[in-house]
T-cell receptor, first 119, second 113 residues
């Protein structure tokens, strides 16, 4: 149980275009989802926290107009990288926290990640 | 600032060797500590966690970790590794104040058959 999927797994886009990444909780509902970014040889950095039906909370230094997050349902959150540039190339990972927090706020299930390359 | 550091970026071991991966955290308040594993091409999975109580915690697949408060450490150990343990291991802290994960940079473990 507790599976999170991401789509696509890899995407290559041209500079200036936008790309959308989907994060789905397949067998549970998630009121809260998280988006992380991982640079090579660096740790996962939390970008934003999204709650279903409300605006996402962005971490300091993350441009909310560039990284648009939508959490329209209890099983789907999307991250749109707008006007992508090569420096946005990275590995993006989402996680989902089951509704009801049976285990506590730490309980997050991670997706397999999306490799974004901007040329 | 809150941080988690992992000392070893790459570790190569032969099967049956013992493993210890270092992890230190920097946080003055209550912190919960975790080890996650990411097998090639797969998602992060929880290996074990420490909240309170017995500082020696046992996780899945024969892994254990010891919380040493005086050293701000939470090292991961396994007495005898297998080829299937080849993966990247992340130490993480979850702080009660911010309800956020802070991850270390990860350690890539390669186990030679």
């Amino acid at each position: 149980g507790a599976v999170v999927s991401q789509h696509p797994s890899r995407v290559i886009c041209k500079s200036g275009t936008s790309v959308k990444i989907e994060c789905r909780s397949l067998d549970f509902q998630a009121t809260t989802m998280f988006w992380y970014r991982q640079f090579p040889k660096q740790s996962l950095m939390l970008m934003a926290t999204s709650n279903e039906g409300s605006k996402a909370t962005y971490e300091q230094g993350v441009e909310k107009d560039k990284f648009l997050i939508n959490h329209a349902s209890l099983t789907l959150s999307t991250l749109t990288v707008t006007s992508a540039h090569p420096e946005d190339s990275s590995f993006y990972i989402c996680s989902a926290s089951p509704t009801g927090l049976a285990g506590g706020p730490w309980e997050q299930y991670f997706g397999p990640g999306t490799r974004l390359t901007v040329t | 600032a809150q941080s988690v550091s992992q000392h070893n970026h790459h570790v190569i071991l032969s099967e049956a060797a013992s493993l210890e991966l270092g992890c230190n955290y920097s946080y003055g308040g209550t912190v919960n500590l975790f080890w996650y594993v990411q097998y090639p091409g797969q998602h992060l999975q929880l290996l074990l966690k420490y909240f309170s109580g017995d500082p020696l915690v046992k996780g899945i697949k024969g892994f254990e970790a010891e919380f040493i408060k005086s050293k701000f450490s939470f090292n991961l150990r396994k007495p005898s590794v297998q080829w299937s343990d080849t993966a990247e291991y992340f130490c993480a802290a979850f702080t009660s104040g911010t309800y956020k994960y802070i991850f270390g940079t990860g350690t890539r473990l390669k186990v030679l058959a």
